[in-house]
């Protein structure tokens, strides 16, 4: 990419309110920081209409056998490998679900290898050793909207006839033709002039969280505002898990605490016992016939399951 083409990039240019930044107090350094902060709100409002988009295209990639796919180089790639990771606890989503490829594998995740996202092959690479299918989502993203890596995924899968999407952070990208969806969250300059680390990452963050937390209560792993599908791997899990069956039901912590271990420790499952008056059994056929914990309940209470 032309040296000249990059510095007209919103992301790369000199922030002129924070020019006197290397002259400040830590405190007025801080505050500086956080009025930068401010503006990424009200810029990922604005797509929230395209945001909406991608989530409907991850519930219908899901419900056909699919996977949600992040890919990113640096910042964006680590960024998209929190939020993938989290979703199998918190929604006791399939390892794998939400499927994170960053430029460099995992040893990018510790430490900078900024060289290997110059190469569009290594992209399609990655992706193609990933299985990526037509069943799949691929979402790309990058801060500048032309990471070459980035750019060679999202040609792979629109080959393979994969949905795609462009998580970037300014108006133009190059890959805009590659993407059936484009999110464009103009943050504008850093705080330190390029450090697309700063409010573009944080940006970058706030969007994959509402996707993914937007995708999984719509097939059904929350209920209420309550994570009843999460899995219960430590002893922080397991209160928490105790907490939301007795709020959501009404009982004490100590009757919960039984109930979430005739459930084998689901919470969701538990749940349904507990609220549908049911066996355990009959729970569980109905859970096989809905994710969604309302739709289980209207099934136990309009049928006898066999």
Same mark, same amino acid.
């Given at each position: ?74 910042? $964006? ?66 801060? $500048? ?17 994969? *949905? ?34 700063? *409010? ?78 049911? $066996? ?27």
């Amino acid at each position: 990419m032309k040296e000249e083409y990059l510095d007209k990039l919103e992301t790369e240019r000199p922030n002129p309110r924070t020019l006197d930044i290397d002259s400040l107090k830590v405190e007025e350094i801080l505050k500086k920081i956080n009025e930068e902060d401010k503006k990424i709100v009200p810029a990922i409002r604005r797509e929230i209409p395209k945001i909406a988009k991608v989530v409907q295209m991850c519930i219908d990639s899901i419900k056909r056998g699919g996977r949600v796919i992040y890919v990113g180089a640096g910042t $964006s790639g680590r960024v998209a490998f929190v939020d993938a990771v989290e979703t199998v606890p918190t929604f006791n989503a399939p390892e794998g679900l939400f499927y994170p490829i960053i430029a460099g594998g995992r040893e990018a995740l510790w430490r900078s290898i900024e060289n290997v996202e110059d190469r569009e092959e290594y992209g399609e690479r990655d992706l193609e050793g990933a299985n990526v299918d037509d069943k799949d989502v691929v979402i790309g993203i990058t801060a $500048s909207g032309r990471t070459p890596y980035v750019g060679g995924a999202l040609k792979k899968a629109r080959e393979v006839g994969a *949905k795609t999407a462009l998580l970037c952070n300014v108006e133009n990208p190059a890959f805009l033709d590659r993407a059936d969806v484009v999110i464009s969250i103009r943050t504008g300059p850093e705080v330190i002039t390029g450090s697309t680390r700063m *409010k573009a990452g944080t940006s970058q963050k706030m969007v994959l969280n509402m996707i993914s937390t937007a995708t999984m209560i719509k097939l059904g792993k929350v209920y209420k505002n309550y994570m009843v599908d999460l899995q219960v791997l430590n002893e922080k899990l397991r209160k928490r898990a105790v907490r939301i069956i007795s709020e959501v039901t009404g009982i004490d912590r100590e009757r919960a605490l039984e109930y979430l271990e005739k459930a084998d420790m689901r919470p969701k499952l538990a749940i349904l016992m507990i609220s549908s008056g049911r $066996s355990k059994e009959d729970c569980e056929k109905a859970l096989k016939e809905v994710e969604n914990l309302s739709e289980a309940l209207e099934i136990l209470k309009r049928k006898v399951i066999p």
